[in-house]
């Protein structure tokens, strides 16, 4: 079993930057790609970012490609979300995922999560 927990949330203006951060706890010694996931109101949860267990894969969905990063730090159990220039269309509840394997293909859809974050709130200002 593994807990995720996520911190960082909050409200900020456009074009403005949050860091989101995501702490494992529990059975971390296992090798689970990390996601970031997020779901607006009304609207199906969706996909973000990525990142792979050991090669440093990433992956993003399009809309936030070179305004997001994910990064990990395994010594800290912990996986990031940096994100820049937010816009209004980016608020969300983010939810921080772990995958069904290593690779960042075992955390890109909801069917292969195994495990998931109980959410952080962002909220973008116009």
């Known amino acids: 079993q593994v807990q995720l927990v996520e911190s960082g949330g909050g409200l900020v203006q456009a074009g403005g930057s949050l860091r989101l951060s995501c702490a494992a706890s529990g059975r971390t010694s296992s090798r689970y790609a990390m996601g970031w996931f997020r779901q607006a109101p009304g609207k199906e949860r969706e996909f973000v970012a990525a990142?792979?267990?050991?090669?440093?894969?990433?992956y993003y969905t399009n809309s936030v490609k070179g305004r997001f990063t994910i990064s990990r730090a395994y010594a800290k159990n912990t996986v990031y979300l940096q994100m820049n220039s937010l816009k209004p269309e980016d608020a969300a509840v983010y939810y921080c995922a772990a995958g069904t394997g290593p690779n960042v293909r075992d955390v890109v859809t909801t069917v292969r999560v195994a495990y998931w974050g109980q959410g952080t709130q962002v909220t973008v200002s116009s």
């Open positions: 990142a792979s267990w050991n090669d440093g894969s990433t």
